[in-house]
Nanobody, 123 residues
């Protein structure tokens, strides 16, 4: 009924840039918070950046000043611009969204995860 599809990611050299995109689709009524998480090998999944519906943002200290989260509400899409990448940014990045959707004549809520997209930063 609703799903998240991620794109972007890949490989970059230290100091380089990448941009991730995540689009929500389906019988969507509205999308509340949208966020990016990441999970490096052998580590727990951690929040990278979050954006509320009205644009309030928060970032992990490790990415402040380098990463920017933005969203296009009418397209139910969230982006993560990653600049000045470091090897420690290497991880699988996951999109997360809180979605209200319609199911027949009912409104329902779900928190969804994207499929994950790998980011590798190395020289």
């Amino acid at each position: 009924q609703v799903q998240l599809v991620e794109s972007g990611g890949g490989e970059a050299q230290p100091g380089g840039s990448l941009r991730l995109s995540c689009a929500a689709s389906g019988s969507i009524f509205s999308v509340d918070a949208m966020a990016w998480y990441r999970q490096a090998p052998g580590k727990q999944r951690e929040l990278v950046a979050r954006s509320g519906y009205r644009g309030r943002t928060e970032y992990a200290d490790s990415v402040k000043g380098r990463f920017t989260i933005s969203r296009h509400n009418t397209q139910n899409t969230v982006y993560l611009q990653m600049n000045n990448l470091k090897p420690e940014d290497t991880a699988v990045y996951y999109c997360n969204a809180s979605i209200y959707y319609t199911d027949g004549d009912r409104y329902k809520y779900v928190e969804l995860w994207g499929q994950g997209t790998p980011v590798t930063v190395s020289s």
